[in-house]
């Protein structure tokens, strides 16, 4: 069993975008690149391209911002500004948006509970 992994530009990237009901204004395109997924814990690198979209978590995350500019806007109006070296958790029943100001990059934890 390894134990430890090393990084690598392997890893393909998924291309995705938030669905027509959440997003709120631009063109946002997320790439995601999965390191390692169990059934109740997904890690790896997230990319956004600038736009907002409404999230709601029904799962426990930690990330880590890379690079970029986001703002996170819980559900009564509280902003969180986001920038390369902050660090964060969101707790499940979170719910709010997300906008992506200049493209940002984190790497993250989510853990799903049951």
């Known amino acids: 069993m390894t134990l430890a992994f090393k990084i690598t530009s392997d890893v393909t990237p998924e291309i ?15 790439t995601t690149w999965s390191l390692e ?19 709601s978590y029904d799962e426990w995350e930690y990330f880590n911002i890379l690079e970029g500019h986001s703002v996170l806007t819980d559900a009564d109006g509280n902003e969180t500004q986001l920038r ?8 499940p029943g979170f ?15 989510i853990r799903i509970f049951a």
């Open 95 to 109: 719910s709010g948006t997300w906008e992506v100001l200049e493209t940002t990059r984190k790497d993250y934890v």
């Open 16 to 30: 995705d975008h938030p669905s027509e009901e959440k997003l709120i204004s631009g063109t946002p395109e997320f």
């Open 37 to 55: 997924e169990t059934e109740d814990q997904f890690t790896g690198i997230w990319q956004s391209t600038p736009g907002k979209w409404y999230v």
């Open 84 to 91: 390369a070296g902050d660090r964060m958790v969101i707790r």
